[in-house]
């Protein structure tokens, strides 16, 4: 006879609310930060593609023969020096996007790799507290990945009916009844508080 376990995510107590508060604000900074590193890119495109477009302009100008309203040299001269300017201004914030742009990935890969660890540690010792065999251990790593039960066979050298067989010991000693709720047990143990909310809001 199966044990069935009761889990926490169906538990609606103060403590899973709070922590969805928490979300739902830690997700108001990156919000803001996107909103105004999009802006900041919106306008350094604008301000190049004008600059770009007046230099075209004085290129067609003149190949064209196309007469415009004559200004004075000291203004046009100014003219030139203001776009220069914007074009340099456009470089340094495009290398301080693309550096920025560099980190943050870094950063999520960072992230990626110690919430891997941290995955890992927690199937080992999950495997250690349900005593489960080396044979079932392989099992249960493969049917976490979403392994079916006739490619598992087939990868260890087993019939689907041990595979089964094996399922069922390992569903028994976790306390669950299939697959769907032997993985929630290893989502809920990554979100609760001993994985920081910030590194998984970052990838």
Do not use: H
Not at 96 to 120: H, P
Request: charged share 20%.
């Amino acid at each position: 006879m199966l044990q069935f376990r009761s889990f926490a995510p169906l538990r609606f107590g103060s403590r899973r609310l709070g922590q969805n508060q928490g979300i739902n604000q830690s997700r108001k900074g990156p919000s803001i930060r996107r909103s105004r590193e999009s802006l900041g890119i919106a306008f350094l495109l604008a301000t190049q593609f004008f600059c770009a477009l007046f230099f075209l302009f004085g290129i067609l100008t003149s190949l064209l023969g196309i007469q415009v309203a004559p200004i004075s040299w000291a203004a046009y001269e100014l003219i030139e020096i203001g776009v220069a300017v914007a074009l340099v201004i456009g470089v340094v914030l495009s290398a301080m996007l693309l550096l920025r742009s560099l980190r943050a990935r870094k950063q999520a890969e960072d992230s990626l790799r110690e919430l891997s660890g941290a995955f890992m540690d927690l199937l080992k010792q999950r495997f250690e507290d349900w005593a489960l065999t080396p044979a079932e251990r392989d099992v249960a790593l493969f049917s976490i990945k979403g392994v079916s039960m006739a490619d598992i066979a087939a990868l260890r050298g087993t019939s689907e009916g041990t595979v089964k067989a094996q399922c069922n010991a390992i569903y028994r000693k976790a306390g669950v009844s299939g697959r769907a709720q032997l993985l929630s047990l290893f989502i809920e143990d990554l979100l609760s508080d001993d994985v920081r909310l910030s590194d998984i809001e970052r990838l």
